[in-house]
């Protein structure tokens, strides 16, 4: 069964003061890929600058634009429309020996990073609870071992928190939670990718049905083929997720970024409101 969603994040930054030029990149528009068929896609700014669109090394879709008029906000609106479907069968998982040979850009995933690493005993424990299973029956006792041991509490962490941290304090986000599986599986043995987009709250939403969601993050791993596991609600990745982006860490993949000249400091106001229309 598929469903139909539409999206609306709006991003408005506020300076403190003027101004006088900003370059930024945006991360908030699906592609299409197996599962998900992206059916209208709008970026717009209240700024009325040419916006120029990309696909990043990850694959991920970028829009760049600047502002060169003085300006006291910035106000970002991205809008799609995405069918989604059931994750199909999965194909039979690679052997340990032949995972152990990733060449190319499965390898790039495989490789800790500053976000993502872990302590040796940690790792040490990871490969412990994963002996003698295969290695999607690996990635299953990760993900469950990190829903089960770090609970989602919102603020409970900032954006430079690494998975370790979330680990010995127990609590964290969806950015955390996926970070810190990322890591271990990478520690067992397993590529793994950070993902970034949209999850619809309630699985059991009728069409028609709107909700105030966020953005959120889960995990894919390489067994063959990637596979998805999302840690931070122990669910089945499938018609509530819309991907948006794929990397190493979040740091491949912030829904914004840029840089300004002009006021000292700014503050960022977010909404994503989601929409089951079939």
């Known amino acids: 069964m598929s469903w139909r969603l539409l999206i609306a994040h709006r ?4 300076y403190q003061g003027s101004v006088r030029a900003s370059y ?3 991360r908030m528009t699906p592609v299409t890929l197996a599962g998900q068929t992206v059916l209208e896609t709008v970026l717009s ?3 009325q600058v040419p916006v120029w669109s990309y696909r990043d090394y990850w694959g991920t879709q970028v829009s760049a634009f600047d502002v060169q008029a003085p300006h006291d906000d910035l106000l970002i609106t991205a809008r799609a429309t995405v069918e989604t479907s059931a994750p199909g069968p999965a194909s039979r998982p690679l052997p340990w020996p032949e995972l152990a ?5 499965v390898a790039e995933f495989s490789v800790p990073t500053p976000r993502t690493t872990v302590s040796a005993e940690l790792a040490e424990q990871a490969r412990q609870r994963t002996a003698g299973l295969d290695p999607r029956e690996a990635a299953a006792e990760i993900a469950a071992w990190v829903h089960g041991h770090v609970a989602y509490v919102p603020g409970a962490t900032g954006v430079q928190t690494g998975a370790q941290e979330a680990w010995d304090q127990g609590e964290g986000v969806c950015q955390d939670i996926a970070h810190l599986a990322v890591g271990l599986l990478r520690s067992i043995g397993l590529p793994a990718r950070y993902v970034s987009g949209y999850l619809f709250p309630a699985p059991d939403a009728e069409p028609g ?3 105030t969601g966020q953005s959120h993050a889960w995990v894919e791993y390489w067994t063959g083929e990637w596979a998805a596991c999302d840690p931070t609600n122990d669910a089945v990745v499938g018609q509530r997720h819309v991907i948006v982006a794929a990397g190493r860490d979040y740091a491949d993949v912030p829904p914004i970024k840029g840089i300004y000249h002009g006021a000292p400091s700014s503050t960022m106001e977010v909404t994503v409101e989601l929409t089951r229309l079939a």
Do not use: F, I
Not at 11 to 14: L, R
């Open 24 to 26: 930024n990149e945006v």
């Open 101 to 105: 040979q990733r060449t190319g850009r």
């Open 45 to 47: 700014t209240d700024a």
């Open 11 to 14: 991003t408005h930054v506020s």
């Open 209 to 211: 049905e709107r909700v």
